[in-house]
């Protein structure tokens, strides 16, 4: 499951969605791809754990709208079913999120030190960048120095470490499995009130599973704010640990995504395979 595939994935991704309703057979999408069926077969089952034809199911919308209209097991319901008052305990088994303070907030990072690394993942190269408090953000990138800049476009008046922390070690062992941690991963975010509100909801969206745009504003109450939402959701500063990969229009269409539309049909197809046994 190396991450130099995930080029060759996305390639064959992009041309099973394209070509879909034909359904190519393995030795069209190699010679689409460029490499022998061979080693396409190899590395895919590799990857995602299931055949390129298997996967183009789970990245269909018929999937997707199985998905959206299956039962709902929030760790929200799950908090009321097993007696826990609130989701915390829940989260704290995975992730927890502190947003930062006004000052902080207000004036880009001032006074605080950001620690920045790029690493290799299942889903391509991310920049993890954090506080002494914890992750603030990570991203899908391309290109190293202008991922950078753009980071410290979003903190511009903090100082800036190109080093190695142990939160960036602990967040990269989370990317590359879906089983909780035995202590919390820490984020400290730049975010409004809202903002956080609607990314602690996505972090209820277990893995394997889809929502709408339209239900997380119902679950944060806050029905007639879909747009707002999408927008928030469209801000996420932390790809893939919080799950706005797992958002897609009610219609089962997967839509947009920061880090590009493969690559949301990609982790999401990921997860599917992961979690479905059928």
Same mark, same amino acid.
């Given at each position: 499951?190396?991450?130099?595939?995930?080029?060759?994935?996305?390639?064959?991704?992009?041309?099973?969605?394209?070509?879909?309703?034909?359904?190519?057979?393995?030795?069209?999408?190699?010679?689409?791809?460029?490499?022998?069926?061979?080693?396409?077969?190899?590395?895919?089952?590799?990857?995602?754990?299931?055949?390129?034809?298997?996967?183009?199911?789970?990245?269909?919308?018929?999937?997707?709208?199985?998905?959206?209209?299956?039962?709902?097991? $929030?760790?929200?319901?799950? /908090? =009321? &079913? %097993?007696?826990?008052?609130?989701? @915390? +305990?829940?989260?704290?088994?995975?992730?927890?999120?502190?947003?930062?303070?006004?000052?902080?907030?207000?004036?880009?990072?001032?006074?605080?030190?950001?620690?920045?690394?790029?690493?290799?993942?299942?889903?391509?190269?991310?920049?993890?960048?954090?506080?002494?408090?914890?992750?603030?953000?990570?991203?899908?990138?391309?290109?190293?120095?202008?991922?950078?800049?753009?980071?410290?476009?979003?903190?511009?008046?903090?100082?800036?470490?190109?080093?190695?922390?142990?939160?960036?070690?602990?967040?990269?062992?989370?990317?590359?499995?879906?089983?909780?941690?035995?202590?919390?991963?820490?984020?400290?975010?730049?975010?409004?009130?809202?903002?956080?509100?609607?990314?602690?909801?996505?972090?209820?969206?277990?893995?394997?599973?889809?929502? $709408?745009?339209?239900?997380? /504003? =119902? &679950? %944060?109450?806050?029905?007639?704010? @879909? +747009?707002?939402?999408?927008?928030?959701?469209?801000?996420?500063?932390?790809?893939?640990?919080?799950?706005?990969?797992?958002?897609?229009?009610?219609?089962?269409?997967?839509?947009?995504?920061?880090?590009?539309?493969?690559?949301?049909?990609?982790?999401?197809?990921?997860?599917?395979?992961?979690?479905?046994?059928?």
């Amino acid at each position: 499951m190396e991450q130099t595939h995930y080029h060759s994935i996305a390639k064959a991704i992009t041309y099973l969605q394209k070509n879909a309703t034909t359904q190519p057979s393995l030795d069209e999408l190699a010679k689409a791809v460029n490499i022998s069926p061979f080693h396409l077969q190899k590395i895919f089952t590799e990857w995602a754990g299931v055949s390129p034809k298997k996967f183009l199911q789970y990245i269909s919308i018929q999937h997707a709208k199985q998905l959206l209209l299956a039962p709902k097991q $929030t760790l929200f319901t799950t /908090a =009321h &079913q %097993i007696g826990l008052s609130s989701t @915390s +305990r829940l989260h704290d088994l995975f992730v927890n999120i502190e947003g930062m303070t006004p000052g902080e907030y207000k004036n880009n990072g001032q006074n605080l030190t950001i620690y920045y690394k790029h690493y290799p993942t299942l889903f391509g190269t991310i920049l993890i960048a954090n506080t002494v408090k914890g992750i603030c953000s990570i991203s899908f990138i391309d290109e190293p120095k202008d991922a950078i800049k753009k980071l410290k476009t979003t903190f511009s008046n903090a100082s800036y470490l190109d080093k190695e922390h142990p939160l960036q070690i602990k967040a990269l062992q989370v990317f590359n499995t879906l089983e909780k941690q035995n202590s919390p991963l820490l984020l400290h975010l730049k975010g409004t009130p809202f903002q956080l509100k609607v990314w602690e909801a996505l972090l209820t969206i277990p893995v394997g599973k889809l929502e $709408t745009y339209g239900n997380i /504003a =119902h &679950q %944060i109450n806050s029905p007639k704010a @879909s +747009r707002a939402v999408g927008t928030a959701i469209g801000n996420n500063p932390i790809a893939f640990l919080i799950p706005c990969h797992r958002v897609i229009r009610a219609s089962g269409i997967i839509g947009n995504y920061m880090w590009g539309t493969i690559r949301k049909s990609a982790i999401i197809g990921w997860e599917s395979s992961k979690t479905h046994l059928d």
